[in-house]
């Protein structure tokens, strides 16, 4: 069975970091792209960053840039989401998600995992 | 960065009647790179449409995508139950950004 399971999230302070953590299985994960997407709490889906599948294009929505960094470990077939300088506005639900390709533009996100919570708040 | 926007937000229709959704993008966006994910209440979004109008794996057919440039639609020709949910598209053109629309809300009358 295809599958992401997103750990990590938790209450953490403005200012603060967190690292957020994805286990894939079910599929051959470095033949992929992968994505973080994040959604605050009533609203709608907000693209955090994505990865191509040998770390070789990264990229970041300007709101995370310089403050996040997306990783992958490809032998532990794992994604990962370095959270620095937290702010109460990146409280949401974060979800690791799956490319339908190699590289994560060009493809739709095909396979989610649950999610895992952020919130921000002193 | 494109901008998608979706209309209505809310749509309130019956089982069994048809759903329009609208997506409108800000600048031209190949249709080779246009997605719509179904989101229901405490779950995690679902792939339904990829290139504009191919259905991912295991959607049902009532469930179709068109458009090109700047409109594109989807359409539910005979809402199930299990159909009233949010839905959002999306590009995936370029980066960054990717981005989603604001989401339709589809609803029982």
């Known amino acids: 069975e295809v599958q992401l399971v997103e750990s990590g999230g938790g209450l953490v302070q403005p200012g603060r970091s967190l690292r957020l953590s994805c286990a894939a299985s079910?599929?051959?994960?470095?033949?992929?792209?992968m994505h973080w997407v994040r959604q605050a709490p009533g609203k709608g889906l907000e693209w955090v960053s994505g990865?191509?599948?040998?770390?070789?294009?990264?990229d970041y929505a300007d709101s995370v840039k310089g403050r996040f960094t997306i990783s992958r470990d490809n032998a532990k077939n794992s994604l990962y989401l370095q959270m620095n300088s937290l702010r109460t506005e990146d409280t949401a639900l974060y979800y690791c998600?799956?490319?339908?390709?190699?590289?994560?533009?060009?493809?739709?996100?095909?396979?989610w995992g649950q999610g895992t919570t952020v919130t921000v708040s002193s | 960065e494109i901008v998608l926007t979706q209309s209505p937000g809310t749509l309130s229709l019956s089982p069994g009647e048809r759903a329009t959704l609208s997506c409108r993008a800000s600048q031209s966006v190949s249709s080779s790179y246009l997605a719509w994910y179904q989101q229901k209440p405490g779950q995690a979004p679902r792939l339904l449409i990829y290139?504009?109008?191919s259905r991912a794996t295991g959607i049902p057919d009532r469930f179709s995508g068109s458009g090109s440039g700047t409109d594109f639609t989807l359409t539910i020709t005979r809402l199930e139950p299990e159909d009233f949910a949010v839905y959002y598209c999306?590009?995936?053109?370029?980066?960054?950004?990717?981005?989603f629309g604001g989401g339709t809300k589809v609803e029982i009358k």
């Open positions: 079910g599929f051959t994960f470095d033949d992929y792209g």
């Open positions: 290139g504009a109008s």
């Open positions: 990865i191509s599948w040998n770390s070789g294009n990264i």
């Open positions: 999306q590009q995936y053109v370029n980066s960054p950004p990717l981005t």
């Open positions: 998600a799956k490319a339908a390709g190699p590289i994560y533009y060009h493809y739709g996100m095909d396979v």
